[in-house]
């Protein structure tokens, strides 16, 4: 995933900068080997694997953006581990939140008495990877819960309603 954030927010950069976001979503969070051969995982994500990568994957980026990797000027990596160490969802580095398996979505999800993001405190909802649609990046629980609270038939801010 590229992204960014400075276009439509440019307090996100100094002036006359911008900021590029790339989320690689599926890196192992321990490695086991480098399918081309020319990296060595021997250290998991060390400091010298975090930086091989990210030129990897700048050098593959300037097929799409040439001279994106000459105006880079600082980056900071975040590997699985990382992930994991400053966020306690994300277990074993999992950006998602969790099990996307069937039993985990759906009505299921977080559990059958949260379904529909209705939380016990009238007018407060729950949303995020832990609620339907499930984890990932889109916003999906949000727009759900978006879409409900601009309907009047489940607005839970009219009387009798939840």
């Not at 950069?13 to 976001?21: H, I, R, S, V």
């Not at 990210?54 to 699985?80: K, M, Y």
């Not at 998602?96 to 909802?125: C, I, K, M």
């Amino acid at each position: 995933m590229v992204g960014q954030q400075c276009v439509l927010d440019p307090s996100r950069a100094p002036e006359g900068k911008a900021t590029l976001w790339l989320q690689l979503q599926e890196v192992p969070f321990e490695p086991v080997g480098d399918a081309a051969g020319e990296l060595s995982v021997a250290g998991g994500w060390s400091e010298k694997l975090k930086q091989a990568y990210l030129h990897r994957v700048l050098e593959r980026l300037e097929q799409f953006a040439p001279g994106t990797r000459a105006t880079v000027l600082a980056s900071d990596i975040i590997a699985p581990p990382d992930l994991a160490a400053s966020n306690p969802n994300a277990v074993s580095g999992d950006p998602y939140g969790g099990s996307a398996e069937l039993f985990q979505n759906l009505l299921w999800r977080p559990f059958p008495q949260a379904a529909g993001h209705h939380t016990t405190v009238r007018g407060l909802w729950h949303i995020g990877a832990s609620t339907h649609p499930g984890p990932g990046l889109s916003g999906g629980s949000g727009h759900l819960v978006a879409q409900r609270l601009t309907t009047r038939k489940s607005n839970p801010f009219k009387r009798n309603q939840r």
